[in-house]
């Protein structure tokens, strides 16, 4: 695996910027901001705006979006990874008890 795709959203309400609003603040939000990065890259992959976003929040956020994914990635990195752990362990636990010795 090279890289995950990450979503996370953020939304404008009363003029403050939400990070991964719930369903009652994303409903009660002026504007919904979802965006897509590529973590490794840092590339934005996707990004849309639902309703108007002032020009002035806009960079505001983008940021706080990034950084939604950002932490987002490291989480499911973190599980990813000890998952493949348990994973390997496992599997060389199960071939070396399966394995019929050899005599010389």
Not at 21 to 44: D, H, N, R
Not at 61 to 75: D, S, V, W
């Amino acid at each position: 695996m090279r890289d995950l795709v990450i979503s996370c959203g953020a939304s404008y309400v009363d003029g403050h910027c939400l990070v991964d609003p719930c369903w009652m603040e994303e409903s009660a939000a002026g504007a919904s901001f979802p965006v897509t990065i590529s973590p490794q890259s840092g590339k934005i992959v996707h990004t849309q705006t639902i309703s108007r976003v002032p020009i002035t929040a806009v960079e505001g956020l983008l940021e706080l979006a990034r950084k939604g994914c950002m932490q987002i990635h490291e989480t499911i990195r973190s599980v990813v990874m000890e998952h493949a752990s348990a994973m390997l362990q496992s599997s060389a636990g199960v071939s070396s008890a399966g394995a019929v010795p050899t005599t010389s």
